[in-house]
């Protein structure tokens, strides 16, 4: 009886274990070297005036720079992530003003992330990722980045 526990146990751990590439550590580069346009912020989509187009997400592979853009100003800093784990430190603003209550959120909300979630999806019949920032079980805001093929 003992023999058969052990094979079940030991199938069921050899089929937990995934293969998987290892990432750089205090990486993801699937966040990285792309354009994120925010959709939602809150649980609540953006209104029209505020178009997603003005509000964007990048994080550079090369520096580990973070930039958060509203039209006219810009937030950057660094970032840190691992598994589902993510960290965004900001270190410096401009202050164009251009939309200053909503875009001093999206910087509250990114600075409070703690994990991240990233899915396959369709935007208008192309193909899309969409990037989820959560602070713990509580969605902060998500993003879309078209892919090119």
Known sequence: MQKYFLIIGLGLFLTACKTRKAEPFGRVVRLEDKKWYLT???????????????????????????YFNCNCDTTYGLYTAQDEFILLTVLGRTDAQCNPSLFDEYIRQAKNANRFQIKNIKVEDKKAEQLILWKDDQELMRFNHLLSK
């Not at 029209?48 to 997400?57: G, V, Y």
């Open 40 to 66: 939602s912020l809150n649980n609540s989509e953006l209104p029209e005036k505020d178009s997603s187009q003005l509000f964007t997400l990048e994080i550079f592979s090369e520096d580990n720079a973070v």
